[in-house]
């Protein structure tokens, strides 16, 4: 409670801009702090589970890693997992991240996160759907996955199991026609539905190499 505590008393003043004020739908609406030109760059969403394993953290940061060096803005969810790795590598490099949370501004979920999430919001850009104050839930979390998959040109789901969260992302960047890259280890993993759905698509390959990534969006 006193992390959560501290936390909030060092974020009470967040300056909290619109991207959309013109909206009056409060749904549409979407919140940031921070240097909202990242936006401008090449961005590519690295996500993945939250229960990850030790080799899929190890993806998450080399590929995050390889993005960053090639100018790439480095965007995730700012969960446990995939996300806060891929988070994590991307400044360990001097890259630039952006961070689209499921929570207001001013909240952190998970807590332990609260230092890095202060450190993206002041250096880099952090992004959310909830006005201050708003309370949310699980369910809400789809839509901050929607909202990834638009800001990005291209996701990439390094592991995910067949009733992750992170497959909304996937459903929403065949939606908008943007790209969607699969670990190959986890295309090929026999135990997995879900990777045989999308693999169909046209913009939805198969990753081994970044090189296809940068490809991809530099177009």
Not at 195 to 214: H, N, R
């Amino acid at each position: 409670m006193n992390e959560l505590l501290e936390f909030t008393s060092r974020t009470k003043n967040i300056e909290q801009k619109s991207l959309f004020r013109e909206q009056t739908d409060a749904d549409l609406d979407v919140f940031y702090a921070g240097d909202l030109s990242l936006l401008k760059r090449r961005c590519v969403s690295v996500i993945g589970a939250r229960d990850v394993s030790e080799q899929g953290a190890g993806r998450a940061r080399k590929i995050a890693r390889s993005l960053a060096d090639a100018g790439v803005v480095v965007v995730s969810g700012l969960a446990k997992g995939v996300d806060i790795e891929a988070h994590r590598a991307t400044l360990e490099v001097g890259g630039d991240t952006v961070a689209v949370i499921g929570t207001p501004l001013g909240k952190c979920y998970p807590i332990d996160h609260a230092s890095i999430q202060e450190e993206i919001w002041s250096q880099h850009l952090l992004i959310s759907q909830f006005k201050a104050g708003t309370r949310t839930f699980p369910s809400d979390f789809p839509k901050r996955n929607r909202l990834m998959a638009a800001l990005t040109d291209a996701s990439v789901i390094v592991e995910a199991s067949d009733s992750s969260g992170t497959l909304h992302q996937a459903a929403e960047c065949v939606k908008l026609g943007r790209w969607l890259f699969i670990m190959k280890s986890v295309a090929e993993n026999p135990d997995l539905e879900w990777p045989a759905k999308f693999l169909g698509y046209e913009k939805c390959a198969k990753l081994e190499d970044v090189a296809q990534i940068l490809e991809a969006v530099a177009h």
